[in-house]
């Protein structure tokens, strides 16, 4: 049963809480080793009050770039080469800490290193809290399309510390609520309605949406662990999003993970709204959302929709070659497989460049 190996997660709450933590795990006995693939940026903020009180673990850590360019193989095959280096066996523990990026292709390399090894996955972003952790999908980037290269791989535990959060800077911290806001916009209208009462993401309320916006998509990915159905409503905002990121790589503006998401949630709600799905005044409060947190991001003068297209025509939701998306029933509600046609994609980034935000 898929029950008995879907992930936990245990809510640790501050730094001292996770060092614990990873104190006892690495005095536990069962394991053929602990090592760490760490962020290169947590490494550099936490190094004397996480790494530095961790005994003898220098040889054991591997840190990497966070940042969409190394997203790839290359930076897979050092973590594969650091692998090899130290002899880890199937037996083997791999504690990932980082943001999304790094608990992608961290994952990636343990699920395929000698067919997998073991991992716990520790997200030190609010992105990364509240979807990249949930739900045991790992992946890379491969000719500059996002995650086209992926598995399915469910860490041990997740352990998650919103601590953390307190060096992230701003504009990071605010590319997390794109994935909270997909989430309550897909799935439960009550929390959507808790977000649009917030003035301040801070103190116990964000503690209490982060939690909120996690367990949601835990029960999702419990129905539907390998997204063959309900599990693709949590795409909406994915589609047009990655596209856009993987073409701000490509045209070298700057596009964060989450920014990308916040303009495509965006962009498929006017598109839920021309298909009749959700009212205008619904599609005009999603977009007073995303704008009053200042996640909208005008895009260049040289973006092109053929450009655009490329991206589209290989996304993994697509099948019979036809672009799939998933939009939104109503709010609170997301529906799947939604045949859309090009025409309508037009009409919704016209709708976006003439909004007064851009």
């Not at 947590?42 to 220098?58: A, D, G, H, P, T």
Request: charged residues 20%; aromatic residues 12%; contains cysteine.
């Amino acid at each position: 049963m898929y029950q008995q190996h879907f992930e936990e997660y245990n809510k640790l709450s501050t730094i001292n809480s996770l060092l614990c933590q990873i104190q006892y795990t690495l005095q536990a006995k069962g394991y053929d080793g602990v090592y760490f693939i760490v962020d290169k940026n947590v490494f550099r903020y936490y190094q004397e009050e996480i790494f530095l009180k961790l005994q003898k673990i220098e040889e054991k850590i591997v840190l990497i770039e966070a940042d969409e360019l190394y997203k790839n193989q290359a930076q897979c095959q050092k973590v594969w080469s650091f692998f090899v280096q130290k002899n880890v066996s199937r037996r083997a523990l791999v504690i990932i800490i980082g943001g999304g990026i790094t608990l992608d292709l961290g994952a990636f390399a343990c699920s395929t290193w000698k067919r997998g090894v073991a991992f716990i996955l520790v997200p030190s972003t609010l992105l990364a809290m509240a979807d990249a952790c949930i739900g045991g999908k790992t992946g890379i980037n491969f000719q500059g399309i996002k995650n086209l290269v992926g598995t399915f791989a469910f860490p041990q535990e997740i352990w998650i510390a919103p601590e953390l959060l307190k060096t992230l800077p701003a504009r990071i911290f605010r590319c997390g609520l794109s994935e909270i806001f997909k989430t309550a916009l897909v799935a439960d209208l009550n929390l959507w309605n808790k977000i649009c009462g917030i003035s301040e993401w801070k103190g116990p309320i964000l503690q209490e949406i982060l939690f909120n916006a996690i367990v949601l998509k835990k029960k999702i990915v419990e129905q539907d662990p390998f997204e063959n159905g309900l599990r693709k409503v949590l795409n909406f905002g994915h589609t047009l999003g990655h596209a856009l990121e993987a073409l701000s790589v490509e045209h070298s503006f700057s596009l964060l993970h989450g920014e990308a998401v916040a303009i495509g949630i965006i962009l498929e709600s006017y598109i839920s709204y021309l298909l009749n799905k959700i009212s205008e005044e619904d599609f005009q409060q999603v977009r007073f959302q995303v704008m009053k947190h200042q996640l909208c991001k005008s895009l260049p003068l040289d973006f092109t929709l053929e450009r655009l297209q490329h991206y589209l025509i290989h996304d993994k939701k697509n099948y019979h070659q036809n672009l799939r998306f998933s939009l939104l029933e109503k709010i609170g509600k997301g529906c799947y497989d939604v045949a859309v046609d090009w025409e309508i994609i037009k009409q919704a980034f016209e709708n976006y460049r003439n909004a007064q935000f851009i």
